[in-house]
């Protein structure tokens, strides 16, 4: 039912012809770059293009789809990316099932397979549904009750760890995390070894392609992507305002040509240049950052460059997009404060950080917000199912409500200033 309700959104919805680009945003990059791999054999080894520049998993993905479907490309890869939302429902239920209940499993998968915030979003080609589905995979093995599980567990999370830093590079600092949850897990020291070589041997392994290829055209296996340096400037300069802007490139040598190593080490160096010389500057747009990060999910301008849609449906969509994600987000931190402090908490608690500080230091969007989300939901479902148990419990202490009401007051602080920057604009 899930699937069925993003595929009649995009039959109905679908504007786009055999010979269509979407226009503007990261829907023509992906679009264009994974049609250029599936006709082109040398496409693979070019360097300089968005295949390298970028995490190369979701380019593969797509290309892989089209090698094989000769129906519309663009309508294809909505379907495949309508395929992943729904996989990512059941993924996201089993998750829950194991670490809270069944009743809350259940209200997730169907907070995750209806709610329009999430449906609309798995109608576009974007990266953000097959990254979900690496996490979401890594999170079930991770959890996993099972005794006789244990000696594969490693060999699984090398996998799923492995392909997500191939999707997203800020998943490039996970496998420090999964080595550190298996050191703090019950179990013996050699065991805790054991686990962390095949772990490690398993993530070398489903890298080891692509840093082939690295070698092949850069020279070199790493990095296995050369955004982080833009992306440090995008956050850091003269003209930032906390949210995704193009990198100012004045002074940029001639010879430095988009998409190359030397490409992302000059953006790398003028941002490190800027946070230098400007600290206070530095400290103050990392605050704009986690405001718009924290900004509800309006999704207009990716309604209008896939579906081309009116202007009054188009905001009317996005509205209710922006709404059901804010009360997810609220409920999800009210149940996040007041639920038993296990390892899935801390598990998240430790995401939860890492994505905070990625997004004080380089730039903030709601787009980019899914591994916040995916672990606000389990206990968004969870507030809402226990909702009179949690009320009449010590999870409601006066230390924890007062924890709750404090985040509270920064979020709508965020959106207030979000709200008044985009009533500027």
Not at 344 to 361: A, D, E, G, K, R
């Given at each position: 039912?899930?699937?069925?309700?993003?595929?009649?959104?995009?039959?109905?919805?679908?504007?786009?012809?055999?010979?269509?680009?979407?226009?503007g945003?990261?829907?023509?990059?992906?679009?264009?770059t994974?049609?250029n791999?599936?006709?082109n054999?040398?496409a693979?080894f070019?360097a300089?293009?968005?295949?390298?520049?970028?995490?190369?998993?979701?380019?593969?993905?797509?290309?892989?789809?089209?090698?094989?479907?000769?129906?519309?490309?663009?309508?294809?890869?909505?379907?495949?990316s309508a395929?992943l939302?729904?996989?990512?429902?059941?993924?996201?239920?089993?998750?829950?099932r194991?670490?809270?209940?069944?009743?809350?499993?259940?209200?997730?998968?169907?907070?995750?397979?209806?709610?329009?915030?999430?449906?609309?979003?798995?109608t576009?080609?974007?990266s953000?549904?097959?990254?979900?589905t690496?996490?979401?995979?890594?999170?079930?093995?991770?959890?996993?009750?099972?005794?006789?599980f244990?000696s594969i567990?490693?060999?699984?999370l090398?996998?799923f760890?492995?392909?997500?830093?191939?999707?997203?590079?800020?998943?490039?600092?996970?496998p420090?995390f999964?080595?550190?949850?298996?050191?703090?897990?019950?179990?013996?020291?050699?065991?805790?070894t054991?686990?962390?070589?095949?772990f490690t041997?398993a993530?070398?392994?489903v890298?080891s392609?692509w840093?082939?290829r690295n070698?092949?055209?850069w020279?070199?296996?790493?990095p296995?992507?050369y955004?982080?340096?833009?992306?440090?400037?995008?956050?850091?300069?003269?003209?930032a305002t906390g949210?995704?802007?193009?990198?100012?490139?004045?002074?940029?040598?001639?010879?430095?040509?988009w998409?190359?190593?030397?490409?992302?080490s000059?953006h790398?160096?003028?941002a490190i240049?800027?946070?230098?010389?400007?600290?206070?500057?530095?400290?103050?747009?990392?605050?704009?950052?986690?405001?718009?990060?924290?900004?509800?999910?309006?999704l207009?301008?990716?309604?209008?460059t896939?579906?081309?849609?009116?202007?009054?449906?188009?905001?009317a969509?996005?509205l209710?997009?922006?709404?059901?994600?804010?009360?997810i987000?609220?409920?999800?931190?009210?149940?996040?404060?007041?639920?038993?402090?296990d390892?899935?908490?801390?598990?998240?608690?430790?995401l939860?950080?890492?994505?905070?500080?990625?997004?004080f230091?380089?730039?903030?969007?709601?787009?980019?917000?899914?591994s916040?989300?995916?672990?606000?939901?389990?206990?968004?479902?969870?507030?809402?199912?226990?909702?009179?148990?949690?009320?009449?419990s010590?999870?409601?202490?006066?230390?924890?409500v007062?924890?709750?009401l404090?985040l509270?007051?920064?979020?709508?602080?965020?959106?207030?200033?979000v709200?008044?920057?985009?009533?500027?604009s």
């Amino acid at each position: 039912m899930v699937f069925l309700l993003r595929f009649s959104i995009i039959l109905v919805g679908h504007q786009l012809t055999d010979s269509d680009n979407p226009k503007g945003g990261d829907h023509g990059v992906y679009y264009t770059t994974a049609r250029n791999l599936a006709l082109n054999g040398e496409a693979w080894f070019q360097a300089g293009g968005e295949f390298g520049y970028r995490a190369p998993l979701y380019f593969v993905f797509l290309a892989a789809i089209y090698a094989v479907v000769s129906a519309p490309p663009y309508l294809v890869a909505q379907i495949a990316s309508a395929m992943l939302g729904a996989l990512n429902c059941l993924l996201l239920y089993f998750l829950v099932r194991k670490v809270l209940d069944e009743r809350s499993a259940r209200l997730a998968f169907w907070i995750r397979g209806v709610f329009p915030s999430f449906v609309i979003a798995d109608t576009f080609a974007l990266s953000e549904p097959l990254f979900g589905t690496f996490l979401l995979s890594a999170l079930v093995i991770l959890f996993r009750r099972s005794d006789d599980f244990q000696s594969i567990r490693p060999v699984f999370l090398g996998i799923f760890i492995g392909a997500s830093m191939l999707t997203r590079e800020v998943a490039i600092v996970y496998p420090i995390f999964v080595a550190g949850l298996f050191l703090l897990m019950p179990g013996s020291g050699k065991q805790k070894t054991k686990h962390i070589i095949v772990f490690t041997a398993a993530l070398i392994l489903v890298l080891s392609p692509w840093m082939w290829r690295n070698i092949v055209v850069w020279g070199k296996p790493l990095p296995l992507s050369y955004t982080s340096g833009v992306n440090l400037h995008i956050g850091n300069n003269p003209q930032a305002t906390g949210k995704w802007v193009d990198p100012p490139e004045t002074g940029m040598p001639s010879d430095v040509k988009w998409g190359t190593p030397e490409y992302e080490s000059w953006h790398r160096q003028q941002a490190i240049a800027f946070i230098i010389e400007n600290p206070e500057q530095f400290f103050v747009l990392g605050i704009k950052r986690i405001a718009w990060f924290l900004w509800p999910r309006f999704l207009r301008e990716d309604i209008d460059t896939v579906y081309g849609v009116r202007t009054r449906l188009s905001l009317a969509v996005s509205l209710l997009c922006g709404m059901t994600t804010a009360c997810i987000f609220l409920l999800g931190l009210l149940g996040f404060v007041t639920s038993k402090r296990d390892w899935f908490w801390w598990t998240c608690m430790l995401l939860f950080t890492y994505s905070m500080i990625v997004t004080f230091v380089v730039a903030g969007a709601p787009r980019y917000r899914d591994s916040i989300d995916y672990l606000l939901l389990p206990y968004t479902a969870y507030v809402i199912i226990h909702w009179r148990e949690l009320r009449m419990s010590v999870s409601f202490e006066e230390q924890r409500v007062r924890i709750v009401l404090a985040l509270y007051a920064c979020v709508f602080a965020s959106w207030c200033w979000v709200a008044i920057q985009l009533g500027w604009s």
